[in-house]
């Protein structure tokens, strides 16, 4: 088994003194799986994640709200790592409830294809989304929050049936847009106190890393 999911599966056999490739397909790795495979872990894993947003909140706020600028500051080269910590601060309690439920529930259909993938899918997310605020945010603002995470996780569930051709990743996706889709205008910009770039790099971001996950779980051919 190579990096990134794919298998590369030949049998040869002689006939009558020839060489014969024959080429079997290989059955992708996490196509059409809408649930994590081990769903008790995979909570667990989500429930100790979103706890330590509510500690890093309790932290902010012994602090003064002093852990809040180490959000991203768009274009000061020396807050780059703010890209880092972004995801983990929020401007106060109702900022963080807002987010928690989807933050859950998101996280949790996104671990279908198991820790490892999951794992590369938020990272893709959190680095490109908050690269995409960084260039992108306006002068003086600092962006914090974990909801560029969460439209990138509802993006990559959004869009990744489709990519895979999944028709069971197509029926989640349906269900969710049903109930989230009107989040999906926080894309827009126009609201104040509100980044629009990070819903947006995130939710950008989670449509690449669901094509990533789509092209790396086709099965190689090999050529005769």
């Known amino acids: 088994m190579r990096c990134g ?31 994590p495979p081990q769903p008790a872990r ?29 959000g991203i500051q768009p274009r000061e080269t020396g807050d780059l790592d703010g890209i880092l910590w972004s995801p983990l601060l929020h401007g106060d309690w109702a900022h963080l409830a807002a987010n928690t439920v989807p933050f859950l529930v998101f996280g949790f259909l996104a671990m279908a294809g198991g820790v490892r993938q999951f794992v590369l899918v938020t990272a893709t997310i959190w680095l490109l989304g908050g690269l995409g605020v960084w260039l992108t945010g306006e002068d003086g603002t600092y962006h914090i929050g974990a909801s560029g995470l969460v439209f990138g996780w509802l993006a990559f569930l959004l ?3 489709f990519f895979a051709r999944s028709g069971r990743q197509i029926a989640v996706a349906v269900v969710l847009f049903l109930i989230w889709g009107g989040v999906l205008f926080g894309v827009l910009p126009g609201q104040p106190g509100i980044s629009w770039q990070a819903h947006l790099f995130g939710a950008l971001a989670g449509v690449l890393a669901a094509w990533l996950v789509a092209r790396a779980d086709r099965p190689a051919v090999v050529a005769p």
Do not use: K
């Open 5 to 35: 999911g794919r298998i590369d599966a030949a049998r040869h056999r002689r006939r009558a003194g020839t060489l014969v490739t024959m080429t079997a397909p290989v059955p992708r790795r996490t196509i059409g799986r809408v649930l």
């Open 42 to 70: 995979a909570a667990v894993t989500m429930l100790v994640f979103t706890a330590l947003l509510y500690v890093v909140e309790i932290a902010d706020v012994i602090s003064g709200d002093a852990l809040e600028r180490n």
């Open 159 to 161: 869009t990744r049936g």
